[in-house]
């Protein structure tokens, strides 16, 4: 089932943009994790977000890093970006709710019917989305 709502009217939070699920025919169970894929290049507050939008609502978090060849977009191997997200989640992956792994590089993400678990996307609000990793990198350059 599709469904589209709007979340997080808080005052205190940013508002998220609406959400676009796919959800699932089974039933959670509260051991699984939501599974988030990216470049993560770095680790910037607009991911940040998005994974503590995950572990407030009470989910686990897996953060899987596309193993891809270090360039000018991408300046970090797999394993360097594993070992900056596992060191700023520490305390979360001691305690079991967030697992950091290398997956190979991928060009699409597909699905079947009845796949047991939901699909997610979540808009972020204005001040999230324009976070850019490309200026960060760029700033970053500065500081060398």
């Not at 989640?89 to 047991?116: A, L, N, S």
Request: positive net charge.
């Amino acid at each position: 089932m599709l469904t589209e709502n709007n979340q997080d009217s808080s005052p205190k939070k940013p508002r998220w943009g609406k959400i676009v699920h796919v959800k699932s025919s089974l039933e959670p169970k509260p051991d699984q994790f939501a599974f988030f894929i990216g470049r993560w290049q770095p680790l910037h507050q607009g991911h940040k977000a998005l994974f503590d939008r995950a572990l407030q609502s009470g989910k686990n978090v897996c953060i899987a890093i596309r193993d891809i060849e270090p360039d000018e977009k991408n300046p970090y191997s797999a394993e360097i970006v594993k070992q900056n997200i596992s060191l700023f989640y520490d305390q979360q992956i001691i305690d079991g709710r967030v697992k950091v792994i290398i997956i190979p590089d991928i060009c699409t993400v597909e699905f079947g019917r009845g796949v047991g678990y939901d699909i997610i996307e979540h808009i972020p609000p204005m001040e999230i989305g324009e976070i850019s990793a490309t200026k960060i990198r760029e700033q970053m350059k500065f500081k060398k």
